[in-house]
């Protein structure tokens, strides 16, 4: 057997000379530094795919964002029949924002549901040894993985809601294609963002075994503070402030408020900034407690 | 370099387990996994690490892939520090463990080595070659765009191997790679591994409980028993220290009363059959002569030693000092 001695053509007659053909490989590949950036590309397209391959689940999801989407439609518009202008949005605009909220919630994962869970078992049973021992780095893998997630997420399960959504509703959507352009950059930041938390929160699952109370409490202060629940504007006083600067305002309040036209020009850089600024302290806090999990790291299990 | 490729020299590795004794007491247990092992293994060598459960095998392998940090002593493999230049040795290391999977649970097998490709740098032309090998060997021809969950166990493990080996390693480390795999796979596993240690010159540690694949691929064994080297060296010096038997197993003409010869012993009588014991360090020539001298003999066999129950004799003695 010839394994492959760098000449693939070679045949059976030369097996015994396939030893040397190894001594070679070995060589191209000592030389050969950093990860490439092609690696990630191939995470994030596995990430998508991984998605993909559940139809079903993918059209009951979309079901339920819809449905979903549906009752808090018209529940806001009951609302702002009562008070109009509310949170700073007149109804077509609040209602829009249901609709925006159900397209995001799974591609800015406000509920949780992307790589932590994995991540996390992968930590609990010892498969993270696996991990560990390639040469790709920790953060950047599963980053690219959620990237790829967060872009299936967006085209199967939001983008149908959204579109039913707008046959029932009257929305504020704009014509501009270049706010559409602005949105979908707001989204990919806040998906960073939602990623950098949830990264935190699964490496938790190093010192605690078991991160699930970690990642339910993460999920229930995600889906308050990012405003799916309510718009964050819509919060009196100092809970209202509060929600404002806390990064999970990146993953729907602030792409919804672009989408909206509620930041254009300088608004719309200091949002980025916002976002780039959370995602950047996050990651780089993630950075380092992965460095810490992986140097006292106890890999479990035989 | 080439005779201590895998080096290690009194490598420890000490876990703090934390008991819950009462209520709220917890006490502090210190297991010591690995309790100073010294080997080394020359390039290409394929060797067996044996022991019983909780001997301490997987422990030193997560050392020598630079997952786990030693608590003392010194590990190099290809020259690396293992623990330290994780990132540098795993270019020059396969890994399997039998009971986890490198591959992408929810696609197809290919998307997992197009992965590999990218993630070790593989040149395009190895990879192709290498990827053609295993597919032919370990057929995986008709799995490649079958999703790794639907695999069976057996399936799942050849890609797993196929998955290691595809960026040339100069070692593979490989922590029961037969566990659960029926007859046939494991042959399959078994001869592939063969040839690839044979031909492409790959240094193999495997551990297992199988002990058949000792038998057919290592010549040599290192058997841990309490995180400490009880037994290294031949497969065959095994049966010595174990003060194990062979059996010689003779078809007489007819139903006769046990045979009487110096050396043996016999131990079953069945028909005109008869199984005789004797020493497995000395030879069969004169016990057959023997046999044949004083009685009418229509075939004979020579069984070797189980090496299993000389191993299970070795860990049974040593529990019991
Ligand atoms: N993460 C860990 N924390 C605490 N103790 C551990 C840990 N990993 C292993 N051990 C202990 O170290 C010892 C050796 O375990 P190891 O997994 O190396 O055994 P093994 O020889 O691979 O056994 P098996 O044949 O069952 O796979 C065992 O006593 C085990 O309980
Ligand atoms: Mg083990």
Not at chain 1, 294 to 299: A, I, M, Q, S
Not at chain 2, 21 to 42: H, Q
Not at chain 2, 113 to 118: E, G
Request: hydrophobic letters at 50%; glycine letters at 10%; a positive charge.
């Amino acid at each position: 057997m010839l394994w492959a001695s760098g000449h693939g053509a070679g045949g059976g007659a030369c097996l015994g000379l396939a030893t040397r053909g190894f001594g070679l490989g070995a060589r191209t590949s000592r030389k050969t530094g950093a990860v490439g950036v092609r690696v990630y590309a191939v995470v994030a397209a596995g990430g998508f795919r991984r998605y993909a391959t559940y139809r079903v689940a993918t059209a009951a999801g979309v079901f339920t964002n819809t449905v979903f989407g549906f009752i808090v439609a018209y529940t806001f518009t009951a609302l702002w029949d009562e008070r109009p202008q509310l949170g700073g949005y007149d109804l077509s605009q609040a209602v829009t924002y249901v609709w925006i909220g159900q397209a995001l919630l799974m591609t800015t994962a406000m509920m949780g549901g992307g790589f932590e869970n994995e991540l996390m078992e992968r930590i609990r049973t010892g498969d993270i040894a696996i991990d560990l021992y390639r040469p790709a780095d920790l953060q950047l893998f599963w980053l690219a993985s959620d990237l790829g997630r967060a872009a299936f997420h967006l085209l199967g399960r939001g983008v149908v809601p959204m579109a039913l959504g707008a046959l029932a509703f009257d929305l504020a959507l704009p014509a501009d294609p270049l706010v559409w352009v602005a949105f979908l950059c707001a989204v990919a930041l806040g998906v960073v963002v939602s990623f950098a938390i949830r990264f935190l929160v699964a490496l938790s699952a190093f010192w605690l075994l078991d991160g699930a109370g970690v990642a339910q409490i993460t999920w229930l202060v995600g889906l308050f503070f990012s405003g799916m629940v309510l718009p964050l504007t819509l919060f009196p006083g100092g809970l209202g402030a509060l929600a404002q600067v806390l990064p999970w305002s990146a993953l729907l309040q602030i792409p919804a408020d672009v989408l909206l036209g509620k930041h254009t020009g300088w608004g719309l850089v200091q949002a980025y900034g916002f976002q780039l600024g959370w995602a950047a302290v996050l990651l780089t806090a993630g950075r380092l407690l992965q460095s810490v999990a992986t140097r006292r790291v106890v890999v479990q299990g035989g | 370099m080439e005779s201590d490729f895998i080096a290690l020299d009194g490598v420890e590795k000490v876990f703090d387990v934390r008991r819950r004794t009462g209520r709220l007491r917890r006490e502090k247990t210190r297991v010591r996994a690995v309790d100073g092992i010294s080997f080394t293994v020359p390039r290409g060598e394929m060797v067996g690490y044996i022991g019983p459960n909780g001997a301490g095998k997987s422990t030193t392998i997560k050392m020598l892939t630079g997952i786990l940090t030693p608590s003392g002593g010194r590990v190099r493999v290809a020259g690396i520090d293992p623990a330290r230049e994780r990132t540098r040795l795993a270019r020059h290391i396969g890994v399997v463990f039998g009971q986890r999977t490198t591959l992408w649970w929810d696609l197809p097998l290919r998307d997992s080595y197009r992965l590999m490709h990218r993630m070790y740098r593989i040149p395009d032309d190895r990879f192709k070659a290498n990827m053609a090998r295993c597919v032919e060997q370990l057929d995986l021809g008709e799995l490649l765009d079958v999703p790794v969950r639907q695999l069976s166990l057996g399936q799942r493990m050849r890609g797993d191997i196929a998955a290691a080996l595809l960026h040339d390693p100069e070692v593979l480390y490989l922590d029961e790679p037969t566990i659960g795999l029926d007859v046939i796979s494991k042959a399959k596993v078994r001869d592939f591994l063969r040839d690839l240690n044979a031909e492409r010159g790959t240094t193999v540690l495997l551990t297992t409980h199988d002990l058949t694949d000792i038998e057919q691929l290592c010549k040599r064994v290192m058997v841990i028993d309490h995180g400490r080297l009880v037994y290294d060296g031949a497969l065959a010096g095994l049966h010595e220290v174990g003060e194990s038997e062979r059996t010689l197993v003779v078809d007489l003409e007819r139903e006769l009363p046990p045979v009487e010869v110096a050396g043996a012993r016999v131990l079953k009588v069945e028909g005109p059959r008869q199984w005789l014991a004797f020493p497995a360090s000395v030879s069969a020539a004169p016990l057959v002569a023997a046999v044949a001298q004083r009685y009418p003999l229509v075939d004979l066999s020579v069984r070797e030693p189980d090496i299993e129950a000389v191993i299970a004799k070795m860990y049974a003695d040593r529990s019991a000092l």
